[in-house]
């Protein structure tokens, strides 16, 4: 991929905006590009298949287009848990009244309505709280039975059909990955997706399913929105190539007032093991229908820059929003403030993790400390895996980080990256050549000038993914 167009962000936190009807043409594509997004994410909860290969399509040909590395994510839908239908389509559920979930695939009414869901059933007690249609109704089980629960509204209102359900009291023994996904994810990996959204993990082994199916071919990002995940997320992560806080659903299982505390516990565990996190759903809401986002929408997308989040996320704003372009753009723009606050640099610095006892680490960190002495303008780190930009991120650097790659995938997969700014290049035998390589890319970017001297890290011997153990000090001639 060579570079045609000198695209350079002026922030570090990245973006990922979602593709669907109000954004699914090369045009859209090209301007949200324009705008500041770095990845497109794929939702396949919705749309087909036809539609999907379509967005590859039209996202590879604007990457060659442009010729700077985007990164794709693929979003499979996992385990959505529903109830059936209703004879008149919805029904008003009364607090205080009691309402039946069985395995009955007979309409529903007032009274009662099908739970195809026998895992619920059996994992279910006395007690148990379940919350329907995004959490808007509350159900509290007061009897268990082999072929339904007895339940007490709660919390009424109406209820249609094929509402979702949520069960956060309970961990169910079901996959992470249903038929759908795994016919969804075979053809996200076979059309080259570079990250696999990984939907309603429970434990370490749904991240580990999707490992060996992935086997490589993309990285997993796992999604936490569920309670029973916050419980094991030190096992997910360890597992996870990168990680999205995945609002959407956390809020419906989690109290609000616990919302924000989980969203600062993972980004905090995610830069600690220096795996890129994404803090995704409702970030500018309001600019599906409104041209500017509100005052909470813009401290709620600052907060996640100020805790050091890789990236935002937009959902609906871009898929199916009336503004998709303005809502890049204002994103972009609240970033790049915050960014340019002194006090926020003050907080990565304050927040940055000890590096682990690693040769790779200790290199990553000495060229953080290097380039912050010298007043270096860039940060150059070749890496064949992704692995020493990815450490060399986890420092929070004040220069930019310059990935140097003979992997297209690999450029493509650091567009999720805090800081990192991807380019392909070719293959380097000696560090001379990285060396001369970096003086030449950086000049070529824009990234430095000549007489300035920058930092170049990498791994000896070339080609050997994880082995950062090289740091030379190069002047630009």
């Known amino acids: 991929m060579t570079s045609q167009m000198r695209i350079r962000r002026r922030r570090r936190t990245k973006i990922i905006a979602t593709i669907g009807p109000a954004s699914a043409n ?31 399509g039209m996202i590879r040909d604007l990457e060659r287009k442009i010729g700077r590395p985007i990164g794709i994510l693929a979003d499979v839908q996992g385990p959505k848990l529903r109830v059936g239908r209703f004879s008149s389509g919805r029904v008003q559920l009364q607090t205080g009244h009691h309402f039946q979930l069985d395995l009955s695939p007979t309409p529903g009414d007032t009274t009662r309505v099908q739970l195809a869901h026998p895992e619920i059933l059996a994992a279910a ?4 709280n379940l919350l329907l249609d995004d959490g808007k109704l509350r159900l509290r089980v007061t009897r268990v039975r082999p072929d339904h629960l007895m339940t007490e509204v709660v919390t009424g209102g109406m209820l249609s059909d094929r509402k979702g359900v949520n069960v956060p009291d309970m961990v169910l023994p079901i996959p992470a990955l249903t038929q759908k996904d795994h016919e969804d994810l075979a053809f996200a990996l076979e059309h080259g997706a570079d990250y696999i959204g990984l939907s309603f993990v429970q434990r370490a082994e749904d991240v580990m399913e999707a490992r060996e199916i992935a086997a490589g071919r993309a990285w997993i990002m796992t999604k936490i929105e569920k309670p029973q995940a916050l419980d094991n997320l ?32 993972i980004v905090r565990a995610a830069r600690r093991l220096g795996c890129p996190v994404v803090v995704a759903t409702q970030m500018l809401e309001s600019m599906i229908s409104a041209p500017a986002p509100t005052r909470a929408e813009a401290s709620d997308v600052a907060t996640a820059v100020f805790d050091g989040a890789d990236a935002v996320m937009l959902s609906a704003e871009t898929a199916a ?35 682990e006892r690693s040769v790779e680490d200790a290199m990553a960190a000495a060229a953080r400390q290097v380039a912050h002495t010298i007043g270096a303008p860039v940060i150059c780190s070749f890496t064949t895996s992704g692995s020493t930009a990815r450490r060399a991120a986890r420092e929070r650097p004040e220069a930019p980080i310059m990935g140097l790659t003979p992997s297209e995938q690999t450029a493509r997969r650091l567009a999720v990256v805090w800081g990192v700014h991807a380019v392909v290049t070719k293959e380097v035998h000696s560090m001379s050549e ?44």
């Open 26 to 56: 090369p045009d859209m594509l090209a301007r949200l590009f324009a705008a500041g997004a770095d990845v497109f994410r794929l939702n396949f909860s919705h749309g087909t298949h036809a539609d999907h290969d379509a967005s590859f």
């Open 125 to 128: 007690a006395i007690g148990t």
């Open 234 to 265: 030190d096992a997910i992560l360890a597992l996870s190539d990168a990680v999205m806080v995945a609002r959407g659903d956390l809020g419906v299982e989690l109290p609000p007032e616990e919302v924000p505390l989980a969203q600062k516990r």
């Open 321 to 355: 929003g009336q503004y998709p372009i303005e809502a890049v753009n204002i994103m972009d723009r609240i970033i790049a403030r915050v960014e340019s606050d002194p006090g926020w640099r003050d907080i990565i610095e304050a927040s940055r993790p000890e590096p």
């Open 434 to 477: 990285t060396v001369s390589g970096s003086i030449r890319i950086a000049l070529q970017e824009g990234f430095a000038k000549r007489g300035e001297d920058i930092v170049v890290i990498a791994g000896v011997p070339f080609g050997q993914p994880g082995t950062t153990n090289a740091l030379r000090v190069a002047k630009v001639r």
